[in-house]
Every structure is written in C-alpha cells, then in structure tokens.
C-alpha cells in the first residue's frame, strides 16, 4: 500500500512571494488532514477535509493560507503572500475516516521564507 | 481535549527497556490515550493507542494507571532506531468516524550505543 505522497519536499521563497504544497493521501482514505510543524514544537493541524468538504479550518490563517481538495482525493495547500513566521515544515495526513484509529503522515514539505 | 505532561527528554541504554512516561490528569471518560514517535525529518508515526486497558503491539506496550491520570509507553528492547521524539495524545472521536490531534513538544528520546 503507498503512502500519502508529498510534493516538493524542499521550497525556498522570499517574502511575500506565494507558494502551493501538494498532497495525495492513501488510497480510499476519506479524511485529509494539513499540519504545520515549527521548528522545536510538535505538529498543529491547520485544516480537516472529509471527502471534499471542510470539517474543521478553525486554525487556518485565512488572510493568507487557502486549502481545498476538489474532487475528495488530492489536496493543495497554499500560502500568498507568505511571511517569515511560516517557515515550517508542512504535513499532510489521512485516515479512512471509518472510525479507524491510525492517521498516516506524508514526510513532509520543509518551507524556509527568506 | 485534555492535556498532557511529558517530560522533554530522555536517555536509554541500547538493548533496554525504554519507560516514557505521560501525565493527563484531566482526562475524561470517553477519551484514549495515543502514542506517536517522529524521527527526525518524518512524519509522525502512530505507536499504539488505548481507553482503560493496557495495550500491547508489535512495538511497544501502553500502560494506564487505574484512575487514568497517566501513562507509561514501554519500548521493551531500545534500538537505535528508535530514537525520535515521543508525543503522548488525549483524544476524543468526532462524530465523523474520524479525529483530531492536539500535539505537545513531546519527550526526546535518544537510545545510546
């Protein structure tokens, strides 16, 4: 079984510029998740998706960070313009969204704003 | 969800049993203790959960004192590899079949040669 693939694994921008990070969960898996890791602290979800909708975007910055996932498969998160402050690594996970108990991580995209 | 006191790290001998403790003294009936580790420059990964019982897996095993005010992760025969930080999770089910995770800086576990 593949793993929830995520996509760059590295980006460098400048402030104010904008940038997408992308994510394919398991195969099947209803329920998608988007975290943002900074550096020293553990991971805080920025947004749930069953299927296609939004469960939970109660901590998503929404001035600047947009998420959707169109067709309840893949995932695209984005951040325009983006600041210092969002220099963090970016994890994506899901689960089926059946009731089981193991949300599976993608490795990660590493943000460095400059 | 409740919160949880871990300590920032720890150290353990190769080959022996690593004890990482938990504190969720505020706990509430209906929620589960989860264990996850994250090596360096992964996701996390998820170790093993549990409500009231002591739960074991293939990687470790769960202990939960009877009042559930805390817990003891026991990783019987540290590798190298098991060195990671540690997040110890109180959790309650959503209604949607599925949950959210509220992680804390969790416990440094480094495992010496």
């Known amino acids: 079984e593949a793993g929830v693939a995520q996509s760059p694994r590295y980006k460098i921008i400048e402030k104010r510029q904008s940038v997408a990070f992308w994510c394919n969960p398991i195969?099947?898996?209803?329920?998608l998740y988007w975290y943002q890791q900074i550096l020293g602290q553990g991971p805080k979800l920025l947004i749930q998706f069953q299927n296609n909708g939004v469960v939970d975007d109660s901590q998503l910055p929404k001035d600047r960070f947009s998420a959707e996932r169109l067709k309840g498969v893949d995932s695209t998160l984005k951040i325009q313009p983006a600041k210092l402050e969002d220099s963090a690594v970016y994890l994506c996970?899901?689960?089926?969204?059946?009731?089981?108990?193991?949300?599976?991580f993608g490795p990660g995209t590493r943000l460095t704003v400059t | 969800d409740a919160k949880t006191t871990q300590p920032p790290s720890m150290d353990c001998a190769e080959g022996r049993a690593a004890n990482l403790p938990c504190n969720h003294s505020?706990?509430?009936?209906?929620?589960?203790v989860y264990w996850y580790r994250q090596i360096h420059s992964q996701g996390p990964q998820y170790i093993i959960h549990g409500l009231k019982n002591n739960e074991t897996n293939e990687m470790a095993s769960l202990i939960i004192t009877e009042d559930r005010k805390s817990s003891t992760l026991i990783l019987p025969h540290a590798t190298l590899r098991d060195t990671a930080v540690y997040y110890c999770?109180?959790?309650?089910?959503?209604?949607?079949?599925?949950?959210?995770?509220?992680f804390g800086k969790g416990t440094k576990l480094s495992v010496i040669p």
């Open positions: 996970a899901s689960t089926s969204g059946r009731g089981d108990y193991e949300q599976y």
């Open positions: 195969s099947g898996h209803a329920t």
């Open positions: 505020t706990i509430s009936g209906n929620e589960y």
């Open positions: 999770i109180v959790v309650a089910y959503s209604g949607a079949g599925s949950y959210q995770l509220t």
